[in-house]
């Protein structure tokens, strides 16, 4: 299947870590961007982390510092490593990405990992 599948979410306490994973199918060929967005009941969806191709990163202000986005192209899959967590980053986190699959190219949202952080 085309939509890739995130995992890793859960519930943490203040200040703990957790690390989501997203891998993609091993069909989808010649990813560009991989990243990571997240929406809070009532709130807009929001870019947390990108990675390019190329490993060029770029990260939200409120996660810079906290979080660290990475990729390996070996396995399809990009990875958040999220730390000192607050009450602000629950959220549902979801996985994106743009690449071929089966000679079409596509923006590729996965099905979301909800993230609860405790006070």
């Known amino acids: 299947q085309a939509q890739p599948v995130e995992s890793g979410g859960g519930l943490v306490q203040a200040g703990g870590s957790l690390r989501l994973s997203c891998a993609a199918s091993?069909?989808?060929?010649?990813?560009?961007?991989m990243g990571w967005y997240r929406q809070a009941p009532g709130n807009q969806r929001e870019l947390v982390a990108v990675?390019?191709?190329?490993?060029?990163?770029n990260y939200a202000d409120s996660v810079k510092g906290r979080f660290t986005i990475s990729r390996d192209n070996s396995r399809n899959t990009v990875y958040l490593q999220m730390n000192s967590l607050k009450s602000e980053d629950t959220a549902v986190y979801y996985c994106?990405?743009?690449?071929?699959?089966?000679?079409?190219?596509?923006?590729?949202w996965g099905q979301g990992t909800q993230v609860t952080v405790s006070s």
């Open positions: 990675i390019t191709s190329g490993g060029s990163t």
């Open positions: 994106n990405l743009d690449g071929v699959y089966h000679d079409t190219w596509g923006v590729y």
């Open positions: 091993g069909s989808m060929r010649s990813i560009r961007a």
